[in-house]
């Protein structure tokens, strides 16, 4: 008896290091994902101001800026963790890129996953295919190219399209945050369990002993 509670024990510690580890990842793809909504504020700002204003040359400097944010955008999409993408799936290397002019996701489908519990399992990850707008078929990279070359034109009726493109750019990424925060939740009551856990398997094997 003493022997199968001592294993039950170190199962129980080894799953409580699987979610500190799956809410360290998730805690900053959360991180990640806020500063992208951020960055999406900041585009419908510039747009609304675009939009609302007909000179060249402030279009100009604000198409600059909008190709500064996506640039931005880009690096928060192909951020790591520990020498693995936050966002590709089980792919080491970008998750987006612009291949042939067009921006493509460049990870897989992989679903990162951690035993949290006996018989519970976390998937931790979400994918940039999935949060940037991808597989809805509009990615928030091309709906920024769009705006910045409708801005260097001098385009208001292609500016103003566009600010209905931006917020769909803008939910898809709080969609993403949106599966994070309740993967979150199932790691956070995990991690209360197992320490409930613990404490009764040592109480047990103290007594037992």
């Known amino acids: 008896r003493s022997l199968e509670l ?30 992208a909504v951020g960055q999406l504020q900041r585009v419908r700002e510039l ?23 996506r640039e931005e955008l880009v690096s928060l999409a192909n951020s790591q963790h520990q020498g693995r993408g936050l966002f590709s799936g089980f792919s080491a290397g970008d998750a987006v890129q612009k291949i042939g002019g067009v921006w493509t996701y460049t990870g897989d489908a992989g679903q990162i996953n951690r035993r ?42 292609g500016i103003e399209t566009a600010l209905g493109d931006v917020d769909n750019g803008l939910q898809t990424v709080l969609g993403g945050l949106g599966i994070l925060g309740a993967r979150a939740n199932q790691i956070e009551t995990a991690i209360a369990r197992n320490a409930d856990d613990k404490i009764t398997l040592t109480q047990q094997l103290s007594s037992l002993e």
Request: proline share 1%.
């Open 116 to 157: 949290v519990g006996e018989n519970e399992i976390v998937t931790i990850n979400v994918t940039a295919d999935v949060a940037f707008g991808f597989s809805a078929g509009t990615d928030v990279f091309t709906v920024l190219d769009n705006l910045e070359t409708s801005l260097y034109a001098n385009d208001t009726v």
């Open 47 to 69: 747009e609304v101001r675009g939009a609302t204003y007909t000179g060249p040359q402030e279009r100009e400097a604000i198409a600059l800026e909008i190709g500064q944010l």
């Open 6 to 35: 001592r294993a039950s024990l170190r199962a129980r510690e080894q799953e409580g290091r699987n979610a500190a580890d799956g809410k360290m990842w998730m805690d900053l793809a959360d991180s990640k994902l806020q500063d």
